[in-house]
């Protein structure tokens, strides 16, 4: 089996969490290494990668894909650069600061005849996988209304400066705001209008840190929400259709996994506990519907295809640059607390 050849532009938490563990045990790719600017750490984990000591030596390296997972301000320039190398790119979420380089960057890797892939890994998550399930054998009908979240409590600003200096990839709509935009982009297609609420709710900080999203659409109304102050957090999934209900818990496991050195596999990774189970109700039955297997591995399968194969990779530019088209309505409509029409 061809092995493709990665390097990472950085180990912190994305790297070595959300990368690493899976492109070292997919059987098609190599892991090469990371560009590391001061801390060495990689190689404590993978003795046998390199630690690149800057850009210029990752990319005349031969590493066939090179993944942009540094702060989100500087992924339109290391990704044109990437591009401008021969290189296939995977750029994490959020993919730019704006729609205009998100439109640059695609342009770029189709005249470079490239793959460019947004990491959107959440598509992968049991609970959003058994969702899209839920809705396309058609239990509920024609969806009426719908509402995602994607909530935590932390009230407590972040130590990494790039989170918290304002700087214009920071804030909880290019955070978690773009993985369930695309969540809702990817159910229910593009929006016709968008409403939004944005504020500020912790002390002293200088970023967005709440956002409440309606996404207008000619059947249907999607509400989109997010903070960091939710203790006992509500089901992350609501959905109500001409012929039922369903609401889901947020229960992807795989993050959590990962954060105690667990090692991804083929098998039985990514498993929900049966308490965090669906609950539908159609046809006057209530029944716990049951959870999808979650793997970040299926990611790399696609991906994988997409580069050896030519196929489509799992995550287009084109749909990165809906989710930014969709980040800067929401922007705009909390501040002139209109709805804006896309």
């Not at 493709?4 to 290494?33: C, N």
């Not at 942009?68 to 990437?82: A, L, Q």
């Not at 005849?113 to 058994?130: A, E, G, I, M, P």
């Not at 809705?135 to 935590?152: H, N, S, T």
């Amino acid at each position: 089996m061809r092995k493709i050849k990665t390097a990472l532009l950085a180990y912190g938490g994305s790297g070595k969490l959300f990368h690493a563990p899976f492109f070292e045990v997919h059987e098609g790719y190599e892991l090469l290494g990371a560009y590391e600017r001061s801390k060495k750490l990689i190689q404590q984990d993978y003795p046998e990668v390199t630690s690149f000591d800057s850009l210029e030596a990752v990319l005349k390296s031969d590493a066939e894909l090179v993944v942009v997972n540094t702060p989100i301000d500087t992924h339109f320039e290391f990704t044109k650069k990437v591009l401008e190398a021969g290189k296939n790119a995977l750029v994490e979420k959020a993919f730019t600061t704006t729609s205009e380089e998100a439109e640059e960057l695609h342009k770029l890797a189709k005249e470079k005849k490239l793959k460019l892939c947004v990491y959107q890994n959440r598509r992968y998550d049991s609970d959003f996988k058994t969702v899209k399930k839920v809705l396309d054998e058609d239990y509920l009908g024609e969806i009426v209304e719908a509402e995602i979240r994607f909530e935590r409590y932390n009230p407590e600003l972040s130590p990494k400066a790039w989170k918290e200096n304002g700087n214009p990839g920071a804030s909880i709509l290019m955070d978690l705001g773009s993985h369930i935009i695309d969540q809702a982009l990817t159910l229910f297609g593009y929006p016709e209008k968008v409403f939004a609420d944005i504020r500020r709710t912790r002390e002293n900080t200088q970023i967005d840190d709440y956002f409440d999203i309606l996404l207008y659409y000619s059947d249907k109304r999607v509400r989109l929400k997010s903070s960091y102050f939710v203790k006992e957090p509500t089901p992350a999934y609501v959905f109500h259709g001409k012929k039922g209900s369903f609401l889901k818990h947020r229960g992807d496991v795989q993050e959590d996994e990962l954060k105690l050195g667990k090692v991804p596999n083929r098998e039985n990774w990514g498993t929900e506990p049966e308490e965090k189970t669906g609950l539908l109700v159609y046809n006057g039955r209530v029944v716990h519907f049951p959870t999808f297997q979650g793997n970040y591995l299926n990611f790399c399968d696609d991906l994988y295809e997409a580069i050896v194969n030519d196929k489509k990779v799992p995550v287009t530019a084109k749909q990165a640059y809906q989710t930014m088209k969709v980040i800067e309505a929401a922007k705009e409509s909390s501040e002139k607390g209109e709805v804006v029409v896309l």
